[in-house]
C-alpha cells in the first residue's frame, strides 16, 4: 500500500498518496501566505494533512514501529500487518474459500449501496483547514490499479479491491463486469491484439491495502460480456498471487507475480500456468524455507521484457523493494532452454541496487524504458532523502540489455514544474518518494519520444526524456494561480496523486490513481508550468470503487435521515447528508477510524492516521477563508509530554460507549479516555488509564456499558508475531488487565481486529480474528478460528467459528436482539439469535473487504464500510 495523503499510504505502502509534507512555501501572494504560513518548524503553517506529513518526515522515530528502516514505509505496513501468517498459504487455498461461500445459504433481503454517487474532494461546502477542498482534484473514487481502452471509446478500469468497470462514452457510465468473481482485487488491466481483455487479480502494490488474488481471466467479448469463472486462464497455479504485469510475446501472456514469471500459451485458456523462472525455489509453496518469515518475498518479479528482435531472448526485472541478495535483472538467450543468469545491465543502470521497475516498449520496438526504484535510498534513515526513485532510463537499441541511459530523476522531475519541490524545510517528499508504490510508464503508440512517467505525479516528455512537464501536479495549494475561493482560483484542475495505470487509445491518455480516473488528449494543452490545462475527471458516480477504513452513523439534525460518513484510503473521510446528490469530502488525506453521535450525525471524529483525531460538532461544513482559527474542527489527538508523540497504529482504534456517547476510548501503547464527549477542547481532554506495553498497539477498541475491550499487536511484524487483548472499566484504571491468551489453540497467535461486546452484558463479548499481516503475500485461508465467544469478560473463549468459510475477520457487531453480523475479507455475514450457524446476509453485496460493522437505531439499518466498493446498507427490517 503506499502512502497516502493523510500521512501516508501506505504512506500508506499502498498506500495512499501522502499530502506533500515540505513542498515549497513560497509567499507568491498575500492570500498564499496567510493560508499556508511560512514553515520554521516542520508543516508549521501548512494545512493539518501536509503538517502532520511533514513532521513525520522530519524526525518521528522509526524505532517505534520496528519494520522498516524508514518511517514511510512502517506506516503502511502497520496497517498490512492484520493478515500475515509466517509463511506461505499454498495455491488452491482461495478457490476452497470461495466454494464454501457460494455452498452457504443467505438470509432473505437485500443490500443497497449508498456512496453510488458523486464524491467531489473540492466541495465548497468544506473548505475547512483539515479538508484538502479547493486542490483541484475534483470528483474522485477509489485507487485505479489497471486500466485499458479501445480507439472505439471503450475503456475498462480496474479497482484496487473494486474488480473491473466498463464505459462505453470514452469514460463515465461505468458498469462493472468482474462481480462474479472470486477476488476483485486488481493486478494489471490489459487489452490483447484480438480484442479480448485480460484481468489479473491480485494487487502487486507492496502495500497496506492490497490483497492478493485468484488468478488470471480472458474475456472474449469486453465490450457486451462480464467476467466469469469460465474465463479462468489456467488452474489455481496462480491463485493467493499478486501479478503486476502481463505481457504478450512469442504467442504466450507472461505474469510477473510474487513467486516469479509464469506463461501460459495464447490460444487457449485451459492448461495450467509454467513457472518460467524464480531467483529462490526453496522459498516457494512446498519448498524447504516456505515457513520462513519472509519468505513471501523472496521470489518477486515487477516486470518481464521480451527482446522485440528475438522473442525467446527475455529479460526479468526481480526485487523486493527493500532490498535482497537476489535483487536484480536476469536473462536467458532462450528460455525454451531456460539457462537463467543474474545479469548486469549496461549503461547507467546501477546493477547493485535494482528495487521496483516498470518497463515500457516504444509501438516499434525501436526504445526500452524503465523506471527503477532504488534500495539503498529506501532504508536511508527517514528525513535524509527527498525520494526512493533512481532514475528513469532508456535504452535506445530497444535491447533490455541495454546499455541504458539515464533521462531522469528526483530533482530533474521536481524542476519540471512539481507540487513536490522542495526549497523550504529541507529533505522530505520529493517526486519518486513513493516510488516502490507508484509507478506508471507510457509510450505514444505513435511516437516513441512521447512519453509519460507516473510516479507521485504524471510527468510527460516529447523528446524522449531530454525535458519533462509536471503535467499533472500532486495539487495547486502550492501555486501562485490557487485560490480558496473558486472565483478567484485560475489553476486548471489536475489529477488526483500517486499514480498506479495508463492507457492511450482513441486520441486520449487516460490515468489511474488513488483518486480514480481521469484522462485528456495525447497531444494536450499546457500552461507557461507545464500544467495540464485539459483533464477531465472520469469518476462521474456510478464507478464506486471507494477504499473506506470505516464508517459511523447519526441521525441528521437538518433533514429525516441519517448521516453517513467514514475513512477512506488517500481520500479523506467523506460525508453524506440525508438530502445530499453529491457526497462531500470534510476531511483531507488518509481518512481512518471514525465515529458519530447517534443523536446527532453531524458531532463526529475523524482520524487522520495515527490517532491524529478532529473533532467537529457541524459536519465540519465550512465555507471560510481555509485558516486555522476559523476552522470548525478541533485537533484532539492525546499526548503525553508533547503533541503528537503517542505510538499508535496506521489506522488506530477508538470507540464510544454503546451506552453513553460521551464517553470515548482510544488506543496507541496507551488507552486513552475521553468523558467530555464532543465537547472536548484538545488532546488534554484525555486521561492516560493503562500502558500496554512498550511496542505493543492497539488494534481494535470497544466499550460497553463502562468497560473496554482493547486488542493489541507488539512486535506486529511476521517475525516474533505477538498480540494480546486488554480489559479494564473505563473509570477505574486499577481496574485494567491483560487477558492471558494461548498462543496456540483457542483465540490463535493472529491479529485481534474486533469485538462485538453485548449491550445487555459487558461480560459476554465476541472478537473477529484476522488472518494474515501483509495482505498483499498472503490470501485467504488460515486453517484456524475466526470468530470466538467469551462470557466472563475474556477469561475464557469458545470458538464460534461454526461453518463460516475460512477467511480473516475483520469487525463483529451483536445487534440488540443478540443477532451477530459479521464482516470478512469476502463476504458479510448473519448468525441469528440462538443459532450457532452463520449465513451470507443478503443479496447484491460485492465480494470485496468488508472493514467496518455499524448498526443505526434510529433506521434500525446495518451499514457496512467496503474496503474497494464503497458504503452499503441492510434494513433489518427484511429479515
Keep these: 500500500m503506499a502512502v497516502s495523503r493523510r500521512r501516508k499510504g501506505a504512506i500508506a505502502l499502498g498506500a495512499v498518496a501522502v499530502v506533500v509534507a515540505l513542498t515549497a512555501v513560497t509567499a507568491t501572494n498575500h492570500e498564499l501566505q496567510e493560508f499556508f504560513g511560512i514553515a520554521h518548524e516542520p508543516g508549521e503553517g501548512l494545512p493539518f494533512q501536509p503538517r502532520e506529513r511533514a513532521e513525520m518526515i522530519a524526525g518521528e522515530d522509526p524505532a517505534e514501529a520496528g519494520e522498516e528502516a524508514f518511517e514511510a514505509a512502517t506506516i503502511a505496513e502497520q496497517f498490512s500487518q492484520a493478515r500475515y501468517a509466517p509463511g506461505i498459504v499454498a495455491p488452491g487455498a482461495y478457490g476452497a474459500a470461495y466454494s464454501q461461500l457460494t455452498a452457504m445459504p443467505s438470509t432473505a433481503g437485500n443490500w443497497r449501496e449508498i456512496t453510488k454517487l458523486k464524491y467531489d474532494s473540492d466541495d465548497p461546502r468544506y473548505r475547512d483547514y483539515a479538508s484538502n477542498s479547493s486542490g483541484g482534484s475534483g470528483p474522485v473514487t477509489g485507487r485505479m490499479t489497471g486500466l485499458a481502452a479501445d480507439e472505439a471509446g471503450y475503456v475498462y478500469a480496474a479497482g484496487a479491491d473494486g474488480g473491473v468497470w466498463r464505459s462505453s462514452t470514452g469514460g463515465g457510465n461505468w458498469t462493472p463486469i468482474a462481480d462474479g468473481l472470486p477476488s476483485l482485487s486488481s493486478g494489471y488491466l490489459v487489452l490483447a491484439g484480438d480484442g479480448s481483455l485480460w484481468y489479473a487479480t491480485g494487487e502487486a502494490n507492496t502495500g497496506g491495502t492490497s490483497y492478493v488474488g485468484a488468478g488470471v481471466y480472458r474475456l472474449a467479448s469486453p465490450r457486451t460480456g462480464s467476467f466469469s469463472l469460465a474465463d479462468r486462464v489456467g488452474g489455481t497455479e496462480l491463485e493467493s498471487t499478486t501479478i503486476k504485469k502481463l505481457r504478450f510475446f512469442d504467442d504466450k501472456v507472461w505474469a510477473a507475480t510474487n513467486r516469479g514469471l509464469y ?97 515500457a516498449f516504444a509501438g516499434d520496438g525501436s526504445k526500452l524504458y524503465a523506471i527503477n526504484q532504488s534500495p539503498r535510498l529506501l532504508n536511508k534513515a527517514s528525513g535524509t532523502v527527498n525520494s526512493y526513485l533512481d532514475g528513469v532510463y532508456v535504452s535506445n537499441s530497444g535491447s533490455p540489455a541495454g546499455p541504458w541511459s539515464k533521462i531522469a530523476d528526483s530533482q530533474k522531475l521536481a524542476n519540471s514544474g512539481s507540487a513536490l519541490k522542495q526549497s523550504v524545510g529541507g529533505k522530505g517528499y520529493g517526486p519518486g518518494i513513493q516510488a516502490w508504490y507508484n509507478q506508471f510508464l507510457q509510450v505514444d503508440p505513435a511516437n516513441p519520444m512521447h512519453v509519460w512517467l507516473g510516479l507521485e505525479e504524471v510527468y510527460e516528455t516529447t523528446d524522449g526524456g531530454s525535458s519533462w512537464k509536471t503535467v499533472g501536479p500532486y495539487w495547486n495549494f502550492y501555486f501562485s494561480c490557487w485560490s480558496i475561493y473558486d472565483a478567484k482560483n485560475g489553476c486548471p484542475k489536475t489529477t488526483h496523486s500517486d499514480q498506479h495505470s495508463v492507457a492511450v487509445a482513441g486520441g486520449s491518455v487516460y490515468v489511474g490513481n488513488d483518486g480514480g480516473v481521469f484522462k485528456r488528449p495525447v497531444n494536450g494543452k499546457t500552461n507557461r508550468e507545464g500544467h495540464a490545462t485539459d483533464w477531465v475527471s472520469l469518476n462521474d458516480g456510478t464507478i464506486d470503487a471507494l477504499q473506506y477504513y470505516s464508517v459511523s452513523v447519526g441521525k441528521d439534525p437538518a433533514a429525516n435521515g441519517v448521516v453517513v460518513s467514514g475513512g477512506l484510503q488517500d481520500n479523506g473521510a467523506s460525508v453524506l447528508r440525508a438530502n445530499d446528490t453529491v457526497m462531500g469530502s470534510n476531511f483531507g488525506g488518509d481518512g481512518g477510524d471514525s465515529l458519530a453521535d447517534p443523536a446527532n450525525g453531524c458531532k463526529q471524529v475523524q482520524e487522520y492516521t495515527n490517532l491524529a483525531m478532529r473533532v467537529t460538532e457541524n459536519c465540519n461544513a465550512n465555507t471560510g477563508d481555509g485558516t486555522l482559527s476559523q476552522s470548525t474542527s478541533r485537533d484532539i489527538q492525546p499526548y503525553t509530554a508533547s503533541p503528537g508523540d503517542e505510538p499508535a497504529r496506521f489506522i488506530a482504534p477508538f470507540a464510544a460507549d454503546d451506552h453513553n456517547s460521551s464517553v470515548w476510548v482510544a488506543g496507541g501503547q496507551h488507552i486513552w479516555v475521553n468523558t467530555k464527549g464532543f465537547a472536548i477542547q484538545n488532546g488534554k481532554g484525555w486521561n492516560n488509564v493503562y500502558d500496554l506495553g512498550a511496542g505493543h498497539l492497539a488494534t481494535s477498541v470497544s466499550v460497553s456499558n463502562g468497560v473496554a475491550y482493547v486488542g493489541w499487536c507488539g512486535q506486529c511484524n511476521n517475525a516474533g508475531f505477538a498480540r494480546g487483548i486488554a480489559v479494564g472499566k473505563v473509570n477505574d484504571p486499577a481496574s485494567w488487565h491483560q487477558v492471558t491468551l494461548p498462543i496456540d489453540g483457542t483465540v490463535p497467535n493472529r491479529y485481534v481486529s474486533g469485538f462485538g461486546v453485548d449491550p445487555a452484558d459487558a461480560a459476554h463479548v465476541f472478537v473477529a480474528i484476522n488472518g494474515f499481516n501483509r495482505r498483499f503475500t498472503e490470501g485467504p485461508g488460515a486453517g484456524v478460528g475466526h470468530v470466538f465467544e467469551s462470557k466472563d469478560s475474556g477469561t475464557t473463549w469458545t470458538d464460534v467459528t461454526g461453518n463460516l468459510p475460512d477467511v480473516p475477520s475483520n469487525a463483529v457487531k451483536i445487534l440488540p436482539n443478540g443477532a451477530l453480523v459479521l464482516a470478512t475479507d469476502l463476504a458479510t455475514f448473519y448468525r441469528a439469535a440462538g443459532q450457532t450457524g452463520w449465513q451470507r446476509l443478503g443479496a447484491d453485496l460485492p465480494l470485496t473487504v468488508g472493514m467496518d460493522v455499524e448498526y443505526s437505531a434510529s433506521d434500525n439499518t446495518v451499514y457496512v464500510a467496503t474496503h474497494g466498493r464503497g458504503i452499503w446498507a441492510f434494513s433489518l427490517g427484511q429479515l
Design 263 to 359: 506463461s501460459h500459451p495464447m490460444g487457449s485458456t485451459a492448461g495450467a500456468w509454467k513457472l518460467e523462472f524464480t531467483p529462490n525455489p526453496d522459498y516457494l509453496p512446498g519448498g524447504s524455507q516456505a515457513g520462513t518469515a519472509n519468505a513471501a518475498y523472496k521470489n518477486i518479479v515487477n516486470d518481464v521484457a521480451g527482446d522485440p528482435h528475438n522473442g525467446k531472448h527475455v529479460i526479468v526485472a526481480s526485487a523486493w523493494r527493500s532490498g535482497d541478495t537476489y535483487n536484480g535483472f536476469y536473462e536467458t538467450a532462450d528460455y525454451t532452454a531456460g539457462g537463467w543468469r543474474k545479469v548486469n545491465p549496461t549503461g547507467s543502470i546501477p546493477a547493485d541496487d535494482i528495487g521496483n521497475v516498470t518497463f
